[in-house]
């Protein structure tokens, strides 16, 4: 199976996922990587003036206040330090720490004792089912057993959509009509699975109820129902987040968050967007791991996470801008 890599084409002459990762983030890496390129390229002085551009394009490729206050003063301690002698240095240095603040979220997925149970939550519009039917084709590529349940019962376009991923990578695919009882479906679903010898379950669920709070209870209640069967269950929690709304997907996060608790990430859309950098902003406010990104509608476009290749991809090394 195809990672993220550093080669430039796969076998058959293919253009190669780094390549894809490149391109699909072209506007990010315009917001960040080619406006600090301008600034920096020509061995300005390190001084004030040039310090504040550099907050500013932070800023601009919505890295958020907070996280763009903390590069900046470490960029001011190395400078200090008289580590920096020039724009290019400051370059470099800027590339490293902001691949340290991503480091920590790059995790391998955590396979757990069959069945894993994994509960897939986010808002509408986040490409929470896209996700989940890329995912099945990940797990089924590296020879594992998936279930899937559809748990959005308030869309029928939902249910339908997991059929079809389900059919094509040959999944099994637990459901029950539109606007039945969501909980019911993942009980009926991990019943099955525990009976089946599934590897990983993973289990949609709605993004949108008719107020926030009934979101939240429901994802409370299915949570209590699976417990029923499986104490530990379900045992990854990941939201999918719109990578595409930037600092709105910290809200969302904080939200779900305190009300289930959430255990991974997926961001998505990055690759429609040149607010790429607000994974710099959930990095350092949360340090939860990030598995997945979404650069795409591909099935190759939902790659894990690797900082090196995200970094490489935004800022390339060498100024190469």
Not at 24 to 52: H, I, M, S, Y
Not at 87 to 99: E, K
Request: with cysteine; proline share 5%; aromatic share 4%.
């Amino acid at each position: 199976m195809a990672f993220f890599g550093r080669a430039p084409q796969d076998e058959g002459g293919k253009p190669g996922v780094f390549a894809r990762l490149t391109e699909r983030l072209a506007n990010t890496r315009q917001a960040l990587g080619q406006n600090l390129g301008q600034l920096l390229r020509l061995r300005r002085p390190v001084d004030a003036a040039l310090l504040e551009d550099i907050e500013t394009t932070l800023i601009g490729a919505d890295l958020g206040v907070d996280t763009v206050q903390s590069v900046m003063d470490e960029v001011g301690r190395r400078i200090s330090r008289r580590e920096i002698g020039d724009s290019r240095a400051v370059y470099a240095a800027l590339r490293g720490i902001l691949l340290d603040i991503l480091k920590p979220c790059a995790k391998p997925w955590p396979h757990g004792t069959p069945p894993q149970v994994v509960l897939m939550v986010g808002i509408n519009g986040a490409g929470k089912t896209t996700t989940i039917g890329k995912m099945i084709l990940y797990f089924r590529e590296q020879g594992l057993k998936v279930m899937v349940a559809a748990g959005d019962t308030f869309r029928a376009a939902a249910i339908e959509q997991l059929a079809t991923w389900a059919e094509r990578a040959g999944a099994s695919l637990i459901s029950q009509p539109r606007g039945a009882d969501a909980a019911a479906v993942a009980h009926d679903a991990l019943q099955a699975a525990q009976a089946r010898g599934i590897d990983v379950l993973l289990i949609d669920t709605a993004g949108r109820l008719h107020t926030q709070s009934g979101l939240m209870d429901e994802l409370g209640k299915i949570r209590r129902v699976l417990a029923r069967l499986d104490p530990t269950a379900p045992h990854e929690v990941i939201l999918v987040l719109d990578g595409g709304i930037g600092q709105n997907a910290l809200a969302q996060l904080e939200h779900f968050h305190k009300a289930i608790g959430i255990t991974g990430l997926c961001i998505t859309k990055l690759d429609g967007t040149a607010k790429g950098g607000v994974l710099f902003a959930i990095a350092k406010k949360t340090g939860l791991p990030i598995y997945f990104l979404g650069v795409g509608e591909g099935e190759e476009d939902l790659r894990p996470f690797d900082p090196a290749n995200f970094i490489d991809a935004i800022l390339p090394p060498g100024n190469d801008t």
